[in-house]
């Protein structure tokens, strides 16, 4: 090899880059009511000119959520570590070639309140470079005026809404208590059963 071509290969080698930052974490829905089975989904993209030969996915739980119903990864290998609460991954990126991983979990039933879940997660490549991803769902939850009770005045609220669905400029998923994209009786009902002399927020 000459040295012209040594040069090229070394100033090569200097702009080869791994970049993950394009990776993105979410949920399937924005808002979701207690006891309702959510899908999330890591995509892992490579932006750079050259793979990482192995990258690292930590996702952990928080206990409002349940443990995973299933897991899966386009690409090997994926696991759940029941003691860290964590889905864990490892495997390849290559640039241009995005892979995925995803996971089924349930929210607690026992969550009235208002507020969200939220699931952390660390991306690690080859070099030791970290991303912090975050998935994050609001509650559709009985205390829908997030005032820390549930009385009268969440019914009426979740009542004023009644026979909208998704589409419908008066919908609000806020309102949807069970999540099915449409406000009925059911969610009237499911708010009334939680009404509690002097409040009720989660336990």
């Known amino acids: 090899m000459c040295i012209r071509d040594r040069t090229l290969t070394a100033a090569s080698s200097l702009l080869a880059t791994v970049d993950l930052t394009p990776s993105n974490f979410a949920a399937n829905r924005l808002w979701a009511a207690p006891g309702q089975a959510l899908t999330y989904t890591v995509t892992i993209a490579n932006l750079g000119n050259m793979p990482s030969p192995l990258a690292w ?5 928080p206990v409002s959520l349940s443990a995973p119903l299933w897991v899966t990864a386009t690409a090997p290998a994926v696991s759940y570590d029941i003691l860290t609460r964590q889905v864990r991954w490892q495997g390849a990126v290559a640039p241009g070639a995005p892979v995925r991983v995803a996971f089924s ?7 009235t309140a ?3 879940v939220s699931v952390p997660a660390n991306l690690t490549d080859f070099w030791g470079h970290t991303l912090a991803l ?3 769902v609001n509650l559709a ?5 997030c005032d820390g009770r549930v009385n009268i005045l969440d019914v009426q609220a979740v009542a004023r809404r009644f026979a909208t669905q998704a589409g419908n400029p008066l919908y609000d998923p806020q309102f949807d208590l069970d999540g099915d994209d449409r406000i009925g009786a059911l969610d009237v ?15």
């Open 57 to 61: 996915l930590t996702a952990t739980l």
């Open 105 to 111: 979990s349930a929210i607690s039933a026992a969550l």
């Open 114 to 116: 208002c507020g969200f």
């Open 134 to 136: 975050t998935a994050r």
């Open 141 to 145: 939850a009985p205390d829908v005026n």
């Open 189 to 203: 009902m499911l708010v009334a059963s939680r009404w509690q002399p002097g409040g009720g927020g989660n336990p």
